[in-house]
């Protein structure tokens, strides 16, 4: 069982209720006893500036902490932000070997991150059918991601081109700016 639960669940019930500077004041108690669930949440609002000022290299150090504990999200949080360079210094191997750690502990959000790796090259070479893989991973089950179920699919037809990573991608290659 996790340390300090209790007050972990005080901070639980407090964000539920929308006061979440008062959540973060029993979050952050839990995080330091090394409550792997309080230091996700204490990363997820320095990231998010939900009840604290934002502050992504302090979101990045609780995240990096609850991974060392084998906490799943905290390794896809982390690995975004390497792939963003929020935080931390943008390192695309580092957030692939991060995503590759959480999608090994069979987290669905990590299989799909690490689809999306495979997919555009982030940390490993561009491989469709890796990607295919980590996103039929992602998507099988009555918990599956449905938008990974898409992808699987959509790269399955070889005459699909594989797209952009994100918007801002989009933007500056069809906006002509790339």
């Avoid at 070889?158 to 797209?163: D, L, V």
Wanted: some cysteine; aromatic content about 12%.
């Amino acid at each position: 069982e996790e340390p300090a639960i209790d007050e972990f669940e005080q901070g639980r019930k407090l964000y539920l209720a929308g006061d979440k500077a008062g959540a973060f004041q029993h979050f952050l108690p839990a995080a330091q006893a090394g409550n792997s669930l309080a230091e996700i949440q204490v990363g997820y609002q320095y990231e998010n500036g939900e009840g604290v000022s934002q502050d992504y290299r302090r979101a990045a150090q609780w995240y990096a902490r609850a991974a060392t504990l084998g906490a799943a999200t905290a390794d896809c949080n982390l690995g975004f932000m390497y792939e963003a360079g929020a935080g931390v210094r943008e390192d695309w191997v580092q957030a692939s070997g991060l995503y590759q750690a959480g999608a090994d502990l069979n987290n669905k959000r990590c299989q799909f991150m690490l689809g999306r790796a495979y997919e555009f090259g982030i940390g490993f070479a561009q491989n469709r059918a890796s990607a295919i893989e980590w996103f039929t991973r992602a998507g099988a089950g009555a918990r599956g991601d449905p938008q990974a179920a898409y992808f699987a699919r959509s790269l399955r037809d070889p005459t699909n081109n594989i797209g952009f990573r994100n918007q801002a991608e989009h933007d500056l290659v069809i906006g002509g700016r790339l």
